[in-house]
């Protein structure tokens, strides 16, 4: 059955004591406040800057840094195995002369190399940390979050990126204040430190002071986009993320003062249907950003789909949100507390055992031994394994295997790196525990250990006893469950839909995904009219404005094959186009997508080529690419 959803927060709250109704209020209904800010160069006029004159080789652990401070720009040589211990600090561009300043610092050897080095420097930063230099007027050092709501929190709210940037800092101060006893255990007992009661109260403030910010910009200006989606949405993560902080550290009712305030727009709570509905009952659902899981927390609570454990990859390095699950019992697995809560758990290392010929053991084993064994490298103890090469044993019945289905595999083996995070480790140790008792599924990505071992179940992956020597199974079966997925459940989540968007982005490739591999399944079996129904059925939610497709390969390949020849060729024209224009786009939130830019329009000539198409606009694009890439790298092969 498919549920047209709009869910608007209707959750019945506690009573509530005066002091904290009034604060309450205050906090959500209060008009607030900024702004006479200075101007900074960006992230990367300031790193092109640095490599054009000094050298970028640093000796290991130290490591190159940079802050936006009060005063300018400063680099930093920081200690990242003292916890970013700052060794060095130095101002390289002034707020009070408008300039660069002298360094003392090594210089560089190839400076003509500059412009890459600074790309490459902010694609290995990462992009929701290079996304805080951009919006943040002072980031990346600690404190910033401090100076941020010091200087701006009172005056006109008229700058939007400026009101976003405040909105992080009582954010990030807020989960910087909850954070520091409750992320290790109390030395006493087996039990998670809890918050003070001040903590508390400092945390409710500036969450709600994030979100009233956030807020403010929603309504100003809807189509503001983020690194989560737009305003609107943004305000939802902001405001679930408070209730989830407070409510994994034992202050529920202080949670549920936020969980009231949240609302979800209508195709984010479609799309999270989508996913929800992908998943058989009592399934495991691991998830991994806040985008991926807080829709799906929040529907769950609306009870749709209450049976499904969903557990959140990236918070399984946070021991409150551990704790959470064990004594939640939201899942099962077989790591204590006094285990998982201590410092050297956060990440292991493989150490193969000396005169032994173990090459491969069970998931259970490989569990046990990074709970047990313990290594001391450089004065620092972490986790130790012995093997990469883990299996794990698959029941046919449990799975619903007949005796006469070839397909079944009993058993599941994979391969570890050589560096294995707490977040994983648990992954395991969850999956090894349930792993013939209730089904497992991965939302919008998977770890690359299981493939050849995943289906895709409408928009997720199961894990199942199956191995294929392609990255995902697809079959007869798997085809006919996407069917009466499509059918029965899928909702395209595309009512707002307007242009290309972040938000949107997984939304997109997900509905491409589900009908690309039902289009190239009757491509083979030469069923015309399926795949003419199925190319209709996929385009007709976007009307007559077609849509940008990052990963445009494919879909452009199966039009071309089926003789959806201009389809093909306005899909082709809206990317080739959308690139060009997001190419020019500065921000952050487009630099994924601008590294690959080249490689997907060289990929998509040699597609128009083969069909035959007219290719003298794309060849165009491609040598203006080409140019600038020459520009920045003069040795780059093509």
């Excluded at 009307?543 to 879909?555: A, D, Q, R, S």
Aim: aromatic residues 14%; contains cysteine; proline residues 4%.
């Amino acid at each position: 059955m498919k549920l047209n959803v709009y869910f608007t927060g209707t959750i019945k709250l506690p009573v509530l004591s005066m002091q904290k109704l009034v604060i309450f209020l205050f906090l959500f209904i209060s008009p607030h406040i900024i702004f006479a800010q200075p101007a900074f160069p960006s992230l990367y006029k300031v790193t092109l800057q640095f490599f054009e004159k000094y050298s970028d080789e640093v000796e290991r652990p130290k490591e190159l840094h940079f802050a936006k401070k009060k005063d300018g720009w400063h680099v930093q040589l920081i200690d990242k195995s003292i916890t970013d211990k700052v060794l060095l600090d130095q101002l390289f561009w002034s707020v009070a002369g408008k300039k660069y300043e002298s360094l003392k610092w090594s210089a560089a050897e190839n400076p003509q190399y500059a412009d890459s080095k600074a790309w490459n420097f902010i694609k290995m930063m990462g992009m929701f940390e290079a996304y805080g230099y951009e919006r943040c007027l002072y980031f990346g050092y600690q404190g910033w979050d401090t100076d941020m709501i010091n200087d701006f929190e009172t005056g006109n709210r008229k700058n939007d990126t400026l009101l976003e940037g405040l909105a992080r800092a009582h954010s990030t101060y807020a989960t910087r204040t909850l954070a520091k006893r409750s992320e290790s255990k109390d030395e006493k007992s087996d039990t998670l430190q809890s918050p003070s009661d001040e903590q508390v109260k400092q945390t409710v403030l500036h969450f709600g002071k994030a979100i009233q910010a956030y807020r403010q910009l929603a309504k100003r200006n809807p189509d503001y986009e983020t690194v989560s989606g737009r305003a609107g949405f943004k305000l939802f993560i902001e405001s679930f993320n408070a209730y989830v902080q407070l409510l994994i550290r034992d202050h529920e009712r202080d949670a549920l003062l936020f969980l009231d305030s949240c609302s979800l727009p209508h195709d984010d709570s479609a799309a999270a249907c989508n996913v929800l509905n992908s998943v058989k009952p009592n399934g495991i659902l691991f998830t991994f950003g806040d985008y991926d899981t807080y829709p799906l927390w929040y529907l769950q609570m609306k009870h749709v789909r209450s049976d499904i454990a969903i557990v959140n990859l990236s918070m399984l390095a946070s021991i409150p949100y551990v704790h959470f699950l064990e004594t939640g019992k939201v899942v099962a697995f077989s790591t204590p507390f006094k285990e998982y809560a201590k410092e050297n758990f956060l990440f292991g290392i493989f150490q193969p055992l000396k005169d032994s010929a173990l090459y491969i053991q069970t998931l259970h084993d490989l569990v046990t031994a990074y709970q047990n064994n313990v290594l001391t490298i450089n004065n620092r103890t972490v986790r130790a394994y012995p093997v990469k090469n883990v299996y794990i044993q698959a029941k046919r019945k449990l799975f619903g295997y007949t005796e006469d289905d070839t397909t079944f595999t009993d058993t599941i083996a994979f391969k570890l790196k050589s560096y294995l995070p707490m977040s994983e480790l648990l992954m395991m140790d969850i999956i090894q525990e349930n792993f013939n008792a209730r089904p497992f599924y991965f939302a919008l990505q998977h770890p690359d250990y299981f493939s050849g071992y995943l289906q895709i179940k409408g928009i997720t992956y199961q894990m199942v006893p199956e191995k294929s020597a392609s990255q995902l199974i697809i079959n007869q079966r798997t085809v006919q469950q996407l069917e009466t997925y499509v059918k029965d459940y899928y909702i395209p989540p595309f009512k707002g839909y307007k242009n290309y968007l972040v938000e949107y982005s997984f939304y997109l490739e997900h509905h491409l995904a589900i009908y690309l591999t039902l289009i190239n399944y009757y491509l083979e079996e030469k069923d015309v009219t399926k795949v003419n129904n199925l190319v209709k059925q996929c385009f007709l939610p976007f009307g007559n404005k077609l849509p940008y497709v990052y990963h445009i390969i494919p879909m452009v390949s199966a039009l071309y094959k089926s003789n959806h020849l201009e389809l093909a060729d306005q899909l082709a024209k809206v990317y080739i186009e959308t690139t060009l224009a997001e190419n020019a786009n500065n921000s952050i939130i487009r630099i994924q997508n601008n590294f690959l830019s080249l490689g997907n329009l060289e990929e998509l000539e040699k597609v128009m080529h083969t069909y035959n198409r007219d290719t003298r606009e794309i060849m165009k694009v491609i040598a203006k690419f080409r140019a600038h890439e020459d520009a920045r790298d003069p040795n780059r092969r093509r």
